[in-house]
C-alpha cells in the first residue's frame, strides 16, 4: 500500500443561478457527503444558504455558481460557493430585512468559520468550515 496517498476528497459542479440550482446544490452536496461517509448537518443547512445567497444576490444573467466540497485530512469540512458578482461582498455584520437576511446568521452559528474571498474577477468565494465532531 502507497502510505503518500493523500486522503483530501473534492467536489465541484457548476448550477444554474436559479431557485431550482439551490435546491439542486444540497441535495448534491447531501449525497456527496453521504458517500464520504460524513455527517449531513449542519452542512447541509450552510449548503442551502449560501446556494440560496448566490442566487438572490450573486446573480447574473448567464451565469452559473459553483458549489464547492472538500474535506482534507484533519477532517475539517469546508463549502464554497463562488457566484458572479464579486462586486457585492457580504460582510459578518450583513444587515436583515425583515423575512430575508437572516441567511449568514444563520451560517455563522453552523460552521465553525465562514468568510469570503474575492475574485477572479468578476467573483466572489463565499466558504465555510465545519470541524469534525
Given at each position: 500500500?502507497?502510505?503518500?496517498?493523500?486522503?483530501?476528497?473534492?467536489?465541484?459542479v457548476?448550477?444554474?443561478?436559479?431557485?431550482?440550482?439551490?435546491?439542486?446544490?444540497?441535495?448534491?452536496?447531501?449525497?456527496?457527503?453521504?458517500?464520504?461517509?460524513m455527517?449531513?448537518?449542519?452542512?447541509?443547512?450552510?449548503?442551502?444558504?449560501?446556494?440560496?445567497?448566490?442566487?438572490?444576490?450573486?446573480?447574473?444573467?448567464?451565469?452559473?455558481?459553483?458549489?464547492?466540497?472538500?474535506?482534507?485530512e484533519?477532517?475539517?469540512?469546508?463549502?464554497?460557493?463562488?457566484?458572479?458578482?464579486?462586486?457585492?461582498?457580504?460582510?459578518?455584520?450583513?444587515?436583515t430585512?425583515?423575512?430575508?437576511?437572516?441567511?449568514?446568521?444563520?451560517?455563522?452559528?453552523?460552521?465553525?468559520?465562514?468568510?469570503?474571498?474575492?475574485?477572479?474577477?468578476?467573483?466572489?468565494?463565499v466558504?465555510?468550515?465545519?470541524?469534525?465532531?
Amino acid at each position: 500500500m502507497n502510505r503518500n496517498i493523500t486522503r483530501t476528497r473534492h467536489f465541484t459542479v457548476p448550477l444554474s443561478a436559479t431557485r431550482r440550482g439551490a435546491r439542486l446544490a444540497r441535495l448534491l452536496a447531501a449525497e456527496q457527503l453521504l458517500s464520504w461517509g460524513m455527517p449531513l448537518d449542519p452542512a447541509r443547512l450552510v449548503v442551502a444558504e449560501l446556494a440560496a445567497n448566490a442566487v438572490l444576490h450573486g446573480r447574473v444573467p448567464g451565469r452559473s455558481f459553483r458549489l464547492g466540497l472538500s474535506v482534507g485530512e484533519t477532517g475539517v469540512l469546508r463549502i464554497e460557493v463562488t457566484d458572479a458578482r464579486g462586486d457585492r461582498l457580504p460582510g459578518p455584520g450583513a444587515a436583515t430585512d425583515g423575512e430575508s437576511g437572516y441567511g449568514l446568521l444563520l451560517v455563522g452559528e453552523s460552521a465553525d468559520r465562514w468568510g469570503v474571498e474575492a475574485g477572479p474577477v468578476p467573483c466572489k468565494t463565499v466558504w465555510a468550515e465545519i470541524d469534525p465532531v
